[in-house]
C-alpha cells in the first residue's frame, strides 16, 4: 500500500498507530540503501536481490512520505530551516508540503529536468547545443559505452561464478568483444601514441568489408537478447537499449583502426556530427552521456522527494530542494546520501546554467531518519539538511 498517494489527510490517530511500524521497518532495513534501482548493503557495498526486503523498503519510504506531510513535521522543518538560513525569513514557502513534491522522481532525462526548472522551449534548443558540443566528443562517447559495459562485466562475472546458464557466459564473451573493439579504436586515435604516425594502408582501402559501429550495434542486440531474461541484469539491459539509439545513428560510420592520425580524427568528427544532429532534447542517449561527462557514471539518479524551483524572496534568488529518505543516520549512510543527492543538484544547476535562466539557484538537500537529530551539512558549497521522524 502506497501511504503518502491517500487524497484524505491522515489523522493523528493514523500517526500514532503507523508510528511502531515505521521503527520497526527502520531497525531493520538500518544496513540497507536504496540507489538508483538498487537496494545496496552499506556494510558490503553489495547488491542485494530480495522481493521482501525490496517490498519493505517501498512500504517504509511510502509511510515516511506521509509523515513528512504531515502539520508538526512541517512546522519542525520550518523552524529548523529558518533557524540556519539567514535569508530564511524571505521565505514564505517550506519543501515537500505538497503531496505531488513527495512523490519520488527518477532523473533520466534533460526533458524532465527542464519540465521541473520551468525552461522554456527556446532556452531548451539552447540546453540540447551546449550539451551536444560538450558530450558528443569521442572519449565521452566511447567512455560512456566502456562504462556500461563494465558495469555487465562485474554482474555477469558474479552469475558466472555460480554456475549460471550458457546466457551468461555468452554475454561475458560479447562484452569482453565489445571492450576490445572500443580499445583498439582508442588507441588508434590518440595522439599521444606512435599511432599519429602511421599512413593509411593500401591494402584496406580496397577493403569490400570495412568495420563499422554497426558491428558493436549487433554485438549489443546479441548481449541484450541472452540477458534480458535475467532479473538482476534488467538495470544493464535497460542501458544496453538506451545507448543503442546512439549506435544507430552512427551504424555506418566505418571504424579502421589501420589508418593514420588525420583519417581517425575525421571518423571522429563524423561521429560527433549524427550524434550532435540526431540525439533530441528528450533523448536518455544523451542524458547518459552528460552523466559520464558530468560524473564518470552511467546510472539514472533517483530521487525520493523533489520540491520544485521557488523564488526565495525579491532579490532574484530561487531555491530547488531535493530529498532522500535515509534508514539510519549513521555517518555512513548520511554521507551517502549527501553524495547521492549532491550528484542529482549538480544536474539541476547544470541545467539552469546552460539555460541561462533569470537569477540565481539555492540548492538544498533534505533528508529523513527516524529518530534523528536536526543538523545541518554542507558539501561542495551547498546546504543538507537531516530532519528526524518523531511523533
Known amino acids: 500500500m502506497f501511504y503518502h498517494t491517500s487524497k484524505d489527510a491522515p489523522s493523528l490517530h493514523w500517526y500514532q498507530y503507523e508510528f511502531p511500524k515505521v521503527k520497526e521497518l527502520s531497525h531493520l532495513l538500518a544496513n540497507v540503501d536504496a540507489v538508483n534501482g538498487r537496494l545496496i548493503d552499506v556494510r558490503s557495498n553489495s547488491v542485494l536481490f530480495d522481493d521482501d526486503i525490496e517490498r519493505e523498503m517501498c512500504t517504509f519510504k511510502s509511510l515516511v512520505r506521509g509523515y513528512v506531510g504531515s502539520a508538526f513535521v512541517q512546522h519542525k522543518m520550518k ?122 594502408s593500401s591494402r584496406m582501402v580496397n577493403s569490400s568489408d570495412p568495420r563499422k559501429w554497426e ?38 560510420v566505418s571504424v579502421d583502426s589501420s589508418v593514420g592520425y588525420k583519417e581517425a580524427q575525421h571518423q571522429e568528427s563524423l561521429v560527433r556530427k549524427k550524434l550532435s544532429k540526431m540525439l533530441g ?63 542529482a543538484l549538480g544536474i539541476f544547476k547544470f541545467v539552469w546554467e546552460m539555460a541561462e535562466m533569470k537569477g540565481c539557484l539555492d540548492l538544498q538537500g533534505h533528508m529523513w531518519c527516524v529518530g534523528a537529530d536536526s543538523r545541518i551539512l554542507r558539501y561542495r558549497g551547498n546546504t543538507y539538511f537531516v530532519h528526524g521522524i518523531c511523533l
Request: proline share 1%; charged share 25%; glycine share 8%.
Open 281 to 343: 532534447h528528450s533523448s536518455r542517449c544523451l542524458f547518459t552521456l552528460l552523466l559520464y561527462y558530468l560524473y564518470g557514471r552511467v546510472v539514472d539518479i533517483e530521487i525520493d522527494m523533489c520540491s520544485g524551483a521557488y523564488a526565495n524572496g525579491r532579490d532574484g534568488k530561487f531555491c530547488l530542494s531535493l530529498g532522500k529518505i535515509l534508514t539510519s543516520d549513521s555517518e555512513k549512510m548520511v554521507g551517502r546520501g549527501v553524495k547521492q543527492l549532491d550528484r
Open 215 to 252: 558491428d558493436i550495434l549487433v554485438m549489443f542486440n546479441d548481449l541484450i537478447e541472452c540477458c534480458k531474461k535475467e532479473t538482476r541484469l534488467k538495470l544493464h539491459v535497460a542501458k544496453a537499449e538506451i545507448m543503442k539509439e546512439g549506435l544507430l545513428h552512427i551504424r555506418d
Open 79 to 200: 523552524h529548523v530551516v529558518a533557524s540556519f538560513v539567514s535569508n530564511a525569513k524571505h521565505g514564505s514557502f517550506t519543501p515537500f508540503g505538497k503531496a505531488t513534491e513527495r512523490e519520488p522522481m527518477v532523473v533520466d532525462s534533460l526533458t524532465k529536468v527542464s519540465n521541473f526548472l520551468s525552461v522554456s522551449a527556446q532556452q531548451r534548443k539552447l540546453v540540447r547545443l551546449k550539451v551536444c558540443s560538450q558530450v558528443t566528443q569521442h572519449r565521452i562517447w566511447t567512455g560512456t559505452l566502456k562504462e556500461v559495459l563494465n558495469g555487465f562485466a562485474v554482474d555477469l562475472d558474479c552469475l558466472s561464478s555460480r554456475g549460471l546458464n550458457n546466457d551468461a557466459l555468452l554475454g561475458g564473451q560479447i562484452v569482453h568483444s565489445c571492450l576490445n573493439f572500443l580499445t583498439e579504436i582508442g588507441v588508434c586515435s590518440d595522439p599521444e601514441s606512435s599511432s599519429w604516425m602511421k599512413l593509411s
